[in-house]
């Protein structure tokens, strides 16, 4: 098993910048794909973006490409999420999630992760 626990949170004016972390804890960190989802009040949690296992692969929504960076330091167990540019549309609670099915891709679909963090709420100001 593998405790994920995200940090970085915060409230941000709109265009600002925001680094999130998730510092995980268990089994050999390389072993999962990582992934970073955010769930607004009243609407379902979503998909922001993903990264296989040893970082060459990554995929983002389509609503944060170019705004958001997802990367991972498999020597520190950390991953992250640099948020640039930020909106009020990102507004949401941020989640850290995993998955050790053994894929080498990424995973962009909530069902197929079996970790989850606690998550970090982000607030943007307009």
């Known amino acids: 098993q593998v405790q994920l626990v995200e940090s970085g949170g915060g409230l941000v004016q709109a265009g600002g910048s925001l680094r999130l972390s998730c510092a995980a804890s268990g089994r050999t960190f390389s072993s999962y794909t990582m992934g970073w989802f955010r769930q607004a009040p009243g609407k379902v949690r979503e998909f922001v973006a993903a990264i296989s296992r040893i970082g060459k692969l990554t995929r983002h929504a389509d609503s944060v490409k170019g705004r958001f960076t997802i990367s991972r330091d498999n020597a520190k167990n950390t991953l992250y999420l640099q948020m640039n540019s930020l909106k009020a549309e990102d507004t949401a609670v941020y989640y850290c999630?995993?998955?050790?099915?053994?894929?080498?891709?990424?995973?962009?679909?909530?069902?197929?992760?079996?970790?989850w963090g606690q998550g970090t709420q982000v607030t943007v100001s307009s």
């Open positions: 999630a995993a998955t050790d099915s053994g894929t080498l891709t990424v995973l962009t679909t909530r069902a197929m992760y079996n970790y």
